[in-house]
């Protein structure tokens, strides 16, 4: 199932903050939008307006050419009847209905036999078929979550939403619950939109991408290019990680992760279980510049290459240098003053493999 | 011990519960979630029978279903006899002494309920009126169960209304609050005595059972 979400909303706030989103994007069956800022910024705001939970004060919102929400034509389709799954971030268990019970709450309009067999179905896709007679109250963090996954998509929805839907797990669970989420999502056929303001959530599991600082849509586009390419400064602010490089993983030497991006090579450190696919991201701030050639540094990158482009930020000074990838890096203007560092002149880029992070992709 | 008064007392406490369960928890759901701007307003008027003096609001009751006024009037032309001074008046007055009793607990237990689970239960395609009953009721059960009880407490104790509006007719008004009252005055304090004693019992015991219920988790 696929459709186009087309959002052009205004909500204000008591206070004067408030939400003027417009985003128009095709999302792909299985394909994931990530809706990311800090937090204040709407993110979750726009969600519920597109679940239908809130009610903006103006403007519209459609999806797959359904309208869902128009203000000025006084349409607001009520979220029973949105056929779009949503996933709380603290999960919203039913606490008075057992697993079983809260899967197959949304399917009342299905005849007695169908329901039994849809629960087992989705219970088998989410592995909590052995938990469907339990109380939600004893459940581990992680079986909450597949549980309050398995309700939404037992009704069968157009479109998956989740909100923050990691936040609520501890770092160990989190870290394992990323990959399977993300395999998840991919394998389901329908459309899903996440909100979320950890970097490393949106890298593994967003493959689009559109950046909110303060209620406003500043940039929409694929997560490593929104990443590595943020179309202002508010933008580069909010997202942090100036460098994000699509890279394979090669092998490991001397315990470093050799990851190669075309003909350049990254070490790195090993974040464990690497699928072959991963993103390699560095802050702008740990990318040091020098003039080629230097003496023996201890940082185990070094790649030689040409400034592109120079953009002073008050003390600052952003580089960008072409070396086979496109490196940003954040100098300091006296830094670059005592380089001499100019458009066409030819650099070398240091960054410590500790620097380079890996988010693992697939 | 007053039988008739007893039996009488105790379906005048089991109507009137029955009736604040059907009006009290729509009033209350609505207390719960509306964020209208008279909101107050009607929170005053439910818990007005907590302030106002028993005798206040007999008398107005008592006008409202005497033969001068409308009411009391377009009563007496269906069903052929006047709602003061009986059964059906006594009832009426009751629901309306007892309404902040019952009110108050259910949209208590009732805000109590996580909004989010209502969401969640609207976004799985469940009806509002479906998601209370699904959700809302029963997530609140204990604290609407610990409203009924006190609802039914407090009507099998009342005085002052009862005596406003149903006065003390044996078999149809009085009441065991009246018949204690009663028999004070005929200086028969042996009767009062035990009378008192079985609503001391009652009401303690209800108690009781109402603050166990809400220390109770809602997990069921």
């Not at chain 1, 307006?49 to 004060?57: E, Q």
């Not at chain 2, 008064?5 to 009033?27: D, M, N, W």
Request: aromatic share 6%; net charge positive; charged share 20%.
């Amino acid at each position: 199932m696929t459709g186009t979400l087309s959002v052009d909303v205004r909500r204000l706030f008591p206070g004067g903050a408030g939400v003027r989103a417009s985003l128009d994007e095709p999302l792909a069956a299985g394909g994931v939008l990530v809706l990311f800022g800090p937090s204040g910024s709407g993110k979750t705001t726009l969600l519920r307006a597109v679940a239908g939970l809130d009610r903006p004060d103006a403007g519209s919102i459609a999806f797959g050419g359904e309208t869902w929400f128009d203000a000025a034509a006084g349409i607001h389709v009520p979220a029973q009847l949105r056929r779009a799954g949503f996933l709380f971030q603290e999960f919203a268990l039913f606490p008075h209905l057992t697993v079983g019970g809260n899967v197959a709450f949304g399917l009342g309009h299905l005849r007695r036999d169908e329901r039994g067999g849809r629960v087992k179905e989705t219970a088998r896709l989410l592995r909590v078929e052995h938990l469907l007679g339990r109380r939600t109250a004893g459940l581990s963090g992680g079986e909450r979550q597949r549980v309050a996954l398995a309700r939404a998509l037992a009704p069968r929805p157009r479109l998956l939403l989740l909100d923050e839907p990691l936040s609520a797990l501890d770092g160990p669970t989190r870290e394992e619950l990323r990959g399977e989420l993300r395999a998840l999502l991919h394998h389901l056929g329908i459309p899903s939109i996440l909100v979320t303001h950890d970097r490393v959530e949106a890298l593994a599991l967003g493959d689009r991408m559109a950046v909110l600082v303060d209620g406003v849509v500043r940039q929409v586009g694929p997560v490593d290019r929104v990443f590595s390419a943020p179309v202002d400064d508010v933008v580069a602010r909010v997202v942090g990680t100036e460098n994000v490089v699509p890279v394979r993983v090669a092998g490991v030497e001397d315990g470093l992760v050799v990851a190669e991006a075309g003909a350049v090579r990254l070490l790195a450190l090993d974040p464990g279980r690497l699928p072959a696919d991963a993103f390699a991201c560095v802050r702008a701030e740990e990318v040091i510049l020098e003039r080629a050639p230097g003496a023996a540094t201890s940082a185990r990158n070094h790649l030689a290459g040409v400034v592109a482009s120079l953009v002073h930020e008050g003390p600052l000074v952003r580089v960008t240098v072409d070396c086979g990838i496109r490196l940003v890096a954040l100098v300091t203007r006296s830094g670059a003053e005592q380089l001499g560092l100019a458009v066409g002149l030819p650099v070398a880029a240091l960054v410590k493999a500790q620097a380079v992070r890996l988010v693992p992709r697939g | 011990m007053d039988v008739e008064a007893l039996r009488l007392s105790f379906e005048l406490a089991a109507l009137t519960t029955i009736a604040l369960l059907v009006i009290g928890l729509p009033v209350a759901a609505w207390l719960a979630s509306s964020r209208w701007r008279w909101k107050p307003m009607v929170e005053a008027v439910v818990a007005l029978p907590l302030v106002l003096p028993p005798t206040v609001l007999g008398f107005y009751l008592l006008v409202a279903m005497g033969p001068m006024s409308p009411f009391g009037r377009a009563w007496i032309s269906i069903f052929g006899r006047p709602l003061a001074f009986s059964f059906e008046g006594l009832l009426l007055a009751s629901i309306v002494y007892s309404l902040p009793f019952a009110v108050q607990p259910f949209a208590a237990a009732l805000s109590a309920v996580d909004p989010r689970l209502v969401e969640a239960s609207h976004t799985l395609g469940v009806s509002r009126l479906a998601t209370f009953f699904r959700v809302s009721l029963p997530i609140a059960a204990p604290g609407v169960i610990a409203g009924a009880v006190l609802t039914f407490a407090h009507t099998l104790g009342e005085f002052g209304v009862v005596l406003m509006v149903g006065g003390n007719i044996r078999g149809e008004t009085r009441t065991l609050s009246i018949a204690i009252f009663d028999a004070v005055e005929q200086l028969d304090y042996a009767t009062a005595s035990r009378t008192a004693l079985f609503l001391l019992a009652v009401s303690f015991t209800v108690l009781v059972v109402t603050y166990s219920l809400r220390r109770r988790p809602v997990l069921g």
